[in-house]
């Protein structure tokens, strides 16, 4: 009998095990260039978590929350080791059942309240079983602006246009603020069958964000306008481009 009972548990022992997933939180979060976490106030960023070699969809979700703490990500020194979130600032967080150390390709797309303005982002990060990503967790960088561009044709062929501009994250663009409105340069173009009908600048108004101008007197017709947003000390940049109509059609 203490030979059968040996024998059993050496079997037992031997006997292969299957692996068990083990949950993991992932917290991705995506930041603006030069500027905050992109959250609620601009309909937050999609997230999709895909294995990167299968191509199995892992997660989805929305980024929701606030822009964070603006001394600490903006203002104060950055130390190693030092986190800039919070527990407000905007993330999703996934909980993967991952059974070996996986190959995980983020997909992000945003801000989701902005479609005209929005882009797409992807990374690829290792996640091990067991091994969180939490706090600052795992940070995608959104490049560019928001561009809002309207226009106001008076009867006598002018345009004013008119532009809203800000930073991914809706962090907003002011006078000898953080986001210095005069190192923001906004152009329109105005193009009418392929051929150039004013180029001009937009100078801002003293409004948040806001730049504008007036076009010389122009044709009727139909016209294509194209607003362009440029950071001068960053790679922040934006576009929109939009049809409008001067007086009555020809």
């Not at 203490?2 to 079997?11: G, M, V, Y």
């Not at 967080?93 to 995980?104: C, F, G, I, M, N």
């Not at 067991?130 to 309207?150: K, N, Y």
């Amino acid at each position: 009998m203490p030979k059968l009972i040996a024998l059993t548990a050496a079997l037992l022992l031997a006997a292969p095990m299957a692996v068990q997933a083990e949950p993991t939180r992932v917290m991705v979060r995506a930041q603006a260039l030069d500027a905050k976490f992109i959250g609620d106030h601009m309909g937050g960023v999609a997230i999709t978590l895909k294995d990167a070699r299968t191509g199995a969809v892992l997660a989805k979700g929305l980024t929701t929350g606030g822009t964070g703490d603006t001394q600490r990500i903006m203002r104060a020194p950055r130390t190693r080791g030092n986190g800039v979130t919070d527990a407000a600032t905007a993330g999703f967080e996934a909980v993967l059942d991952l059974k070996a150390p996986t190959l995980v390709r983020a997909e992000a797309e945003g801000p989701m309240g902005k479609p005209g303005s929005a882009i797409r982002v992807a990374s690829s990060l290792w996640i091990i079983p067991g091994h969180d990503v939490l706090g600052d967790g795992w940070i995608l960088t959104f490049p560019g602006l928001v561009v809002e561009p309207s226009a106001r044709t008076a009867a006598d062929g002018e345009v004013t246009l008119t532009a809203k501009v800000a930073l991914m994250c809706g962090c907003p663009i002011e006078s000898g603020g953080l986001w210095d409105a005069a190192n923001y340069i906004v152009q329109a173009r105005l193009t009418r069958k392929g051929r150039l009908a004013a180029d001009i600048p937009l100078a801002f108004t003293g409004r948040t964000g806001e730049y504008a101008a007036t076009t010389p007197k122009l044709a009727p017709g139909r016209y294509v306008l194209r607003v362009v947003a440029m950071d001068a000390k960053t790679a922040n940049a934006g576009m929109f481009e939009r049809k409008i109509t001067v007086g009555a059609r020809p």
